[in-house]
């Protein structure tokens, strides 16, 4: 692997090069500025599959160098190096990312060897065609025909009580069974939808088969709460909520049982119509959560505005959220606030065991993530709730 090194301090970029070495990297390069650095990638003379970049650097500094490193087409492996707050080098890091930049670590300085290892040993476990895959693009008129013929299936991720352990319910996540491509996730679809107007039909269909696999739940003893996410999309339709009451009761489900998470994925023009439309569901004793809060448009003023029953509190906020002070800080100010607003709380994203623990301390009410399971074919249902039974007592024990 061409390796190469970016930092102005001497000892700092020697040390690194020296680390490298005895780590068995041979084709370590190393430039003493990001200006040097940027020169050879242009002239073509460094050809690096990783780069190793200080933030604070004199003439060019190394977020300015990400967004070059962006111009010239640079497709390898980034790692960001610094001695500034953790929270700046963060937010470099994001950063570079949302311009696809292949990030793999943001380092505090002096960096270990230690951690230099497990960077290079998580690069390296990436299939390389994993990252070379193409990603497929689909039309509308494929999509409206997927969801006409019935080839949008259901998952379902659980929601369990952090007090209990007991199981709470389930949001309901679409897959698109594709003939030839397999099972597609949602983020390769439904933006698709979105755009072309088919996200009313999506939605429909969605809801209807969660509601009667609800109902199968119930009539096997398991009457648990379904969440269907709506787009706010979906509710510029002023005939939405008398939709959804029919189809609560073609079910035979109560309104009780069903609950709706709002995701604004962009601003509306027209805000009064869905004002309208949620006031009504909630009048009809629907539940309403905002999900994703704290991301995108999700804000204080739906707060405000808006009959939520339900605050999600965004994955983004939650993982590992007991190391890190930022993140403490933001999850604690939307639980605190949840609680005065009477609204239930649900945190996403609870990926271990630390995890489960903080979120529990601090009286977060309901827990999703992969921790408790992933999400499942409703045909696994009653298998996973069997076996959380049994796991359930070792889970919910409390470790200070």
Request: glycine share 8%; aromatic share 6%.
């Amino acid at each position: 692997m061409n390796i190469l090194v970016i930092d102005d301090e001497t000892f700092v970029r020697k040390l690194l090069v020296h680390q490298l070495g005895r780590m068995g990297f041979e084709r370590v390069q190393a430039c003493a500025s990001a200006r040097e650095a940027l020169s050879l990638l242009e002239e073509g003379s460094a050809k690096p599959e990783l780069i190793f970049c200080d933030l604070q650097m004199p003439e060019m500094d190394g977020v300015e160098f990400v967004r070059h490193l962006v111009r010239v087409g640079y497709e390898g492996g980034l790692v960001l190096v610094s001695g500034e707050d953790e929270r700046v080098v963060q937010t470099a890091a994001k950063l570079a990312r949302a311009h696809k930049l292949k990030v793999l670590g943001a380092l505090s300085k002096p960096v270990s060897i230690e951690t230099l290892k497990r960077i290079l040993a998580d690069d390296q476990a990436q299939s390389p065609a994993q990252g070379s895959k193409e990603r497929k693009t689909y039309s509308a008129e494929r999509l409206r025909r997927a969801i006409a013929d019935g080839e949008l299936v259901n998952h379902y991720q659980p929601k369990v009580e952090f007090a209990s352990g007991a199981v709470a319910g389930f949001e309901t996540l679409v897959r698109w069974r594709h003939p030839q491509d397999g099972l597609i996730p949602p983020d390769q679809f439904i933006p698709l939808a979105e755009e072309s107007g088919l996200i009313n039909e999506l939605t429909r269909s969605v809801l209807r088969t969660a509601l009667r696999h609800a109902r199968a739940w119930g009539d096997d003893g398991y009457p648990l709460q379904v969440a269907v996410n709506v787009s706010m999309d979906n509710l510029v339709s002023l005939d939405f909520p008398d939709f959804v009451e029919r189809a609560l009761g073609e079910a035979g489900i109560a309104a009780s049982g069903l609950l709706l998470e709002v995701t604004e994925s962009r601003l509306m023009k027209d805000p009064l119509t869905p004002l309208e439309v949620l006031a009504r569901l909630r009048l009809k004793r629907v539940g309403l959560s905002i999900d994703d809060f704290g991301t995108g448009h999700s804000s204080l003023a739906q707060l405000r505005d808006i009959p939520f029953s339900e605050l999600k509190i965004d994955r983004g906020f939650v993982h590992g959220a007991w190391r890190d002070a930022s993140l403490r800080a933001i999850l604690e100010a939307s639980l605190g606030m949840a609680r005065q607003l009477g609204m239930k709380t649900v945190a996403e994203g609870v990926e271990d065991r630390e995890d489960w623990d903080f979120l529990r301390i601090r009286g977060c009410e309901l827990a999703q993530g992969w921790f408790i399971a992933k999400a499942l074919p409703p045909e696994q249902i009653a298998d996973w709730i069997a076996d959380w039974e049994v796991r359930r007592p070792t889970v919910v024990e409390f470790r200070a």
